[in-house]
């Protein structure tokens, strides 16, 4: 089983439509991450999370929101999807290395293809 | 301004041979971190190789090396006796600072084609 889990893998719905997506982790790492994938611009920040208790946002927060249920879980929301929000969603996990805290590594899950048509 | 510029959109490269994937950053931080990823057409994000900007010694990892260069602000990726399993998307990425979360920047990403 995939450590990092995202749900759905494929989602098509309409502007203005509501819609979640889901992480949840099994590795017990505190910290979480959704970012989004653009063609041609790489992987950007939308939220990051310490802990089930301090949420914030990243690059590009607006549109967003997000729920940190529990360790494990991570959802992101958009309220009122529009059609530039069409990509490709990652969470990600980590968790600080004691001694070299720049090591950090991201350990995503396999993403989640949202279109908004 | 782009932190993490990766010149390179496409590369083809015969199998067995080296390759080196560009990468330059910019950063007014005397502490940083540069990543590379690789992303194959399945799609999830593998972590390949770190170097942190105190580093004495270029960081190797099997058949990936990073040839880090402070004063370029370069971290090119090489791959020595290139697979055909190495087709993918590469990303290069950069953390500002050693504290807090894992807020890494990523370059556009080089796609990489291996021939036969």
């Known amino acids: 089983d995939a450590d990092v889990t995202q749900t759905p893998r494929n989602r098509i719905t309409k502007t203005g439509k509501r819609i979640m997506l889901e992480c949840s982790q099994t590795k017990g790492h505190d910290r979480m991450y959704w970012y989004r994938q653009d063609p041609g611009l790489g992987l950007r920040l939308i939220y990051y999370?310490?802990?089930?208790?301090?949420?914030n946002k990243g690059e590009i927060s607006d549109g967003y929101s997000v729920s940190r249920q529990a360790q494990a879980k991570f959802s992101l929301s958009l309220e009122s999807a529009i059609p530039n929000q069409t990509a490709l969603y990652f969470c990600?996990?980590?968790?600080?290395?004691?001694?070299?805290?720049?090591?950090?590594?991201?350990?995503f899950g396999s993403g989640t293809q949202l279109s908004v048509l | 301004a782009q932190k993490i510029t990766q010149t390179q959109p496409g590369m083809f490269v015969q199998e067995k041979e080296a390759v080196t994937l560009d990468c330059t950053y910019d950063t007014s931080d005397q502490s940083y971190g540069l990543f590379w990823y690789k992303q194959p057409s399945s799609g999830e994000m593998i972590f390949l190789i770190y170097q942190g900007s105190y580093d004495e010694q270029n960081a190797t990892e099997g058949r990936y090396s990073l040839n880090f260069q402070k004063a370029r602000k370069s971290a090119n990726l090489v791959i020595s006796a290139s697979q055909l399993g190495d087709s993918a998307m590469y990303f290069c990425?950069?953390?500002?600072?050693?504290?807090?979360?894992?807020?890494?920047?990523f370059g556009q990403g080089t796609r990489l084609t291996i021939n036969p």
């Open positions: 990600a996990t980590s968790e600080p290395q004691a001694g070299t805290p720049a090591r950090e590594k991201l350990f």
């Open positions: 990425a950069m953390r500002e600072g050693y504290q807090g979360a894992q807020k890494l920047v």
């Open positions: 999370s310490f802990d089930v208790k301090d949420i």
